[in-house]
């Protein structure tokens, strides 16, 4: 293969010059290696006196996103070098966007540095029909799309069926709990060890009770915390006191004591499809209706009562703080030890978690300031993005008061025609190259985050405003670029007037 990677020469003084960007990914057949689609496209290049100046290539990557080391580094290199084309082995190597549009948007980009993407299985289309051109690139980049998304659902439907029948589809066993690997007549093999997979593929991996110290610790949080009333933190503390720990061998909190205590696995009742991620969209939970459940799909570590009573006093316990309960334990945390901090409330016997607060306050932070307290470091940040918040709430009931949206606002929050939103600002930051928003979701619990990216740091001019919906609060948080970033393009406001809930 040395001789495809060498430069093509002739004589022709006219002669263009291009970039080459090959992609391969796990679900493509042999045929799509990087390997074949250089040999095609030096074949291309010498046909049609093209020199290959540089090579771009995404190996294993999925085409389902741009964040690929490869595709970014092209665009980097487009920017700053003269050349004609990009050439490239069919439309699925630039990628399987979801949004045809953003495969669009990634050509148009290389064109306005003056390069022209090349799809070599199309070869040179004529230009003379731009219209026709256009529609088969449409065609070409949708069944790219549908392809990822017919195969999305296969595995889905496969792994929804594999579930239902109590066997794992992936990820790694519980505390307490290890993978079985079963034979094609469902016969124990042995324990999979970390990272490990099955071989083949009628075999099955299903649990099976693991190390007896660890299977005891589960009894036990279980029995002091629906039998004997013992709360979270109590059982945590006891356990590291005795030497005891969790997973990797790190500490017990309040967090590990109470995802144990939501776990169904451990009463042997095998749970899938709690949450939704799909061809790279942001991770969400789905309704209860929406799970797949088999119950006694392994051997159980407790009882099913015990589990029962275990979620009943947890539903219990949601309502156990009230909002002055809350702050009057911040209070109490302060005044002892003259600050506050996550791991202070966290072992706090009287109170919530730090995630509690969080929610109840939509950020520690509200909370803080709720008993005149806020660490100096993060004093001033936090006061400019609520003299921010502030600022930009009045600006928003301003504009959209003006076309007869119904607005209230409470607390850090506006309610618009009765959909409860949060203002979420943020200044241009550099990262790498580029400038980005980072947008905070500080609270989960809204129907749409409105996000408003400043021009500069000086906040004086508002550059672009996004509607986010739940779902994409769901990551937490987003960076976005400030020049340009099609993934969230169709959350940008053209006009905020304009907004639709």
Same mark, same amino acid.
């Given at each position: 293969?040395?001789?495809?990677?060498?430069?093509?020469?002739?004589?022709?003084?006219?002669?263009?010059?291009?970039?080459?960007?090959?992609?391969?990914?796990?679900?493509?057949?042999?045929?799509?290696?990087?390997?074949?689609?250089?040999?095609?496209?030096?074949?291309?290049?010498?046909?049609?006196?093209?020199?290959?100046?540089?090579?771009?290539?995404?190996?294993?990557?999925?085409?389902?996103?741009?964040?690929?080391?490869?595709?970014?580094?092209?665009?980097?290199?487009?920017?700053?070098?003269?050349?004609?084309?990009?050439?490239?082995?069919?439309?699925?190597?630039?990628?399987?966007?979801?949004?045809?549009?953003?495969?669009?948007?990634?050509?148009?980009?290389?064109?306005?540095?003056?390069?022209?993407?090349?799809?070599?299985?199309?070869?040179?289309?004529?230009?003379?029909?731009?219209?026709?051109?256009?529609?088969?690139?449409?065609?070409?980049?949708?069944?790219?799309?549908?392809?990822?998304?017919?195969?999305?659902?296969?595995?889905?439907?496969?792994?929804?069926?594999?579930?239902?029948?109590?066997?794992?589809?992936?990820?790694?066993?519980?505390?307490?709990?290890?993978?079985?690997?079963?034979?094609?007549?469902?016969?124990?093999?042995?324990?999979?060890?970390?990272?490990?997979?099955?071989?083949?593929?009628?075999?099955?991996?299903?649990?099976?009770?693991?190390?007896?110290?660890?299977?005891?610790?589960?009894?036990?949080?279980?029995?002091?915390?629906?039998?004997?009333?013992?709360?979270?933190?109590?059982?945590?503390?006891?356990?590291?006191?005795?030497?005891?720990?969790?997973?990797?061998?790190?500490?017990?909190?309040?967090?590990?004591?109470?995802?144990?205590?939501?776990?169904?696995?451990?009463?042997?009742?095998?749970?899938?499809?709690?949450?939704?991620?799909?061809?790279?969209?942001?991770?969400?939970?789905?309704?209860?209706?929406?799970?797949? +459940?088999? %119950?006694? @799909? /392994?051997?159980? #570590?407790?009882?099913?009562?015990?589990?029962?009573?275990? *979620?009943?006093?947890?539903? =219990?316990?949601?309502?156990?703080?009230?909002?002055?309960?809350?702050?009057?334990?911040?209070?109490?945390?302060?005044?002892?030890?003259?600050?506050?901090?996550?791991?202070?409330?966290?072992?706090?016997?009287?109170?919530?978690?730090?995630?509690?607060?969080?929610?109840?306050?939509?950020?520690?932070?509200?909370?803080?300031?709720?008993?005149?307290?806020?660490?100096?470091?993060?004093?001033?940040?936090?006061?400019?993005?609520?003299?921010?918040?502030?600022?930009?709430?009045?600006?928003?009931?301003?504009?959209?008061?003006?076309?007869?949206?119904?607005? +209230?606002? %409470?607390? @850090? /929050?506006?309610? #618009?025609?009765?959909?409860?939103?949060?203002?979420?600002? *943020?200044?241009?930051?550099? =990262?790498?190259?580029?400038?980005?928003?980072?947008?905070?979701?500080?609270?989960?619990?809204?129907?749409?985050?409105?996000?408003?990216?400043?021009?500069?740091?000086?906040?004086?001019?508002?550059?672009?405003?996004?509607?986010?919906?739940?779902?994409?609060?769901?990551?937490?948080?987003?960076?976005?670029?400030?020049?340009?970033?099609?993934?969230?393009?169709?959350?940008?406001?053209?006009?905020?007037?304009?907004?639709?809930?």
């Amino acid at each position: 293969m040395r001789h495809f990677r060498e430069r093509i020469m002739v004589e022709d003084r006219h002669q263009k010059l291009a970039a080459t960007y090959y992609r391969h990914s796990a679900e493509d057949k042999q045929e799509f290696s990087i390997s074949v689609q250089r040999e095609e496209i030096y074949k291309f290049a010498k046909k049609h006196h093209i020199t290959i100046i540089k090579e771009f290539e995404d190996a294993g990557k999925s085409g389902l996103s741009a964040k690929r080391s490869g595709f970014e580094k092209l665009h980097e290199f487009a920017q700053k070098e003269k050349f004609d084309y990009v050439l490239v082995f069919d439309v699925t190597r630039w990628g399987r966007f979801q949004d045809t549009d953003e495969s669009a948007y990634y050509e148009v980009l290389m064109k306005r540095e003056g390069k022209r993407v090349i799809y070599i299985d199309k070869g040179f289309i004529n230009d003379e029909h731009p219209l026709v051109s256009s529609l088969i690139k449409s065609i070409d980049r949708y069944m790219a799309a549908d392809y990822s998304k017919k195969l999305s659902e296969k595995v889905f439907l496969g792994s929804k069926k594999i579930a239902s029948l109590g066997f794992s589809v992936g990820g790694t066993a519980p505390y307490g709990l290890r993978r079985l690997l079963l034979d094609a007549n469902k016969k124990p093999v042995r324990i999979l060890k970390d990272g490990e997979r099955k071989s083949i593929d009628n075999e099955r991996v299903t649990f099976t009770l693991g190390d007896e110290k660890e299977v005891t610790v589960i009894r036990r949080i279980f029995e002091l915390f629906a039998n004997e009333k013992q709360d979270k933190r109590t059982i945590a503390n006891m356990l590291n006191k005795e030497g005891l720990r969790s997973s990797k061998g790190k500490l017990w909190d309040v967090k590990k004591i109470h995802d144990i205590l939501r776990n169904e696995n451990y009463a042997g009742t095998k749970v899938y499809n709690k949450t939704t991620k799909k061809l790279k969209s942001p991770s969400r939970k789905n309704p209860r209706d929406q799970w797949v +459940t088999c %119950k006694n @799909a /392994f051997d159980p #570590i407790i009882p099913q009562e015990l589990f029962s009573r275990a *979620s009943e006093e947890l539903e =219990r316990m949601k309502l156990r703080y009230t909002t002055q309960k809350l702050l009057e334990e911040l209070q109490k945390i302060h005044d002892k030890y003259k600050r506050i901090t996550s791991d202070l409330i966290n072992n706090w016997k009287d109170t919530g978690c730090a995630g509690t607060y969080g929610r109840r306050f939509v950020s520690l932070y509200n909370a803080y300031i709720k008993v005149d307290y806020m660490p100096k470091m993060a004093f001033n940040f936090f006061k400019k993005r609520e003299q921010q918040r502030f600022i930009l709430t009045g600006i928003v009931k301003e504009k959209l008061n003006n076309v007869g949206h119904a607005i +209230t606002h %409470k607390d @850090a /929050f506006l309610y #618009i025609n009765q959909k409860k939103i949060i203002i979420i600002p *943020s200044i241009p930051r550099k =990262r790498k190259s580029n400038n980005y928003w980072t947008f905070y979701f500080e609270t989960r619990e809204i129907d749409y985050a409105l996000c408003v990216g400043f021009a500069d740091k000086e906040t004086t001019n508002i550059a672009k405003y996004f509607l986010f919906p739940k779902e994409i609060v769901e990551e937490n948080f987003v960076n976005i670029n400030t020049s340009n970033d099609a993934k969230y393009e169709m959350y940008a406001l053209k006009n905020i007037e304009n907004i639709s809930l």
